[in-house]
Structure formats: C-alpha cells, structure tokens
C-alpha cells in the first residue's frame, strides 16, 4: 500500500519516512529527505472530480513507464496507458527517479 498519511484538513502527503522507499528508492538520502520535506499536500477533492471529456480520448498522449515504480506498480501503469492509447515509453528508475532523469 501506498505509504499515504490519513486526510488532515481535506488534504494528503505521503509519510515523510516512508517516502525514500515509496517513490525516490534510486535517489541520494539528502535528495530523498529534500523531497519528503518539501512535498505539497494534494487535495482529497482532487480524486472526486468530474472529467466530461478526458484529454487523452481526443489528443495524443504519451506514458513513460518507470520500471522500479514502488507506488504505482509497472502493470498498473501500462493498463493506464494502454486505456489511454498512449505512446508508451520504458525506463529505469523510481516514480520520482524516472522524472528526473529524463
């Protein structure tokens, strides 16, 4: 499970302790730590919201799996693509790692 803190005022983070595992496992302490600290929590609305339209049904898309992805697994991410019709890309690396390095 995803190492998600309960709702505090309408809003998420990830355990700050949790978080150099969960998404920076390929990332230095200090950047990981740098990370957790500076985090923004995330709305609980956000994952209420009405889409009428998603983008990607009418626009090209694009996904760059990332192969070491401890919070959103690799099959997971794939199945999201491939509802999507999206370009699919692969890479090594964490949910944060692949990011940054590309």
């Not at 309960?6 to 730590?33: M, N, R, T, V």
């Not at 009428?52 to 760059?64: D, F, Q």
């Not at 697994?73 to 199945?79: E, L």
Request: proline share 11%; net charge negative; glycine share 8%.
């Amino acid at each position: 499970m995803p190492p998600v803190l309960p709702p505090a005022d309408g809003y998420l983070l990830i355990d700050s302790p949790k978080f150099h595992h969960a998404l920076a496992a390929d990332l230095g302490d200090e950047d990981a730590a740098f990370m957790a600290d500076s985090q923004v929590p995330w709305g609980v609305a956000a994952l209420e919201g009405a889409i009428a339209e998603p983008a990607w049904r009418v626009k090209p898309s694009w996904y760059l799996i990332a192969s070491d992805d401890w919070m959103v697994p690799p099959p997971v991410q794939g199945s999201m693509a491939k509802r999507a019709g999206s370009n699919v890309s692969q890479a090594s690396g964490s949910h944060t790692g692949v990011c940054l390095a590309t």
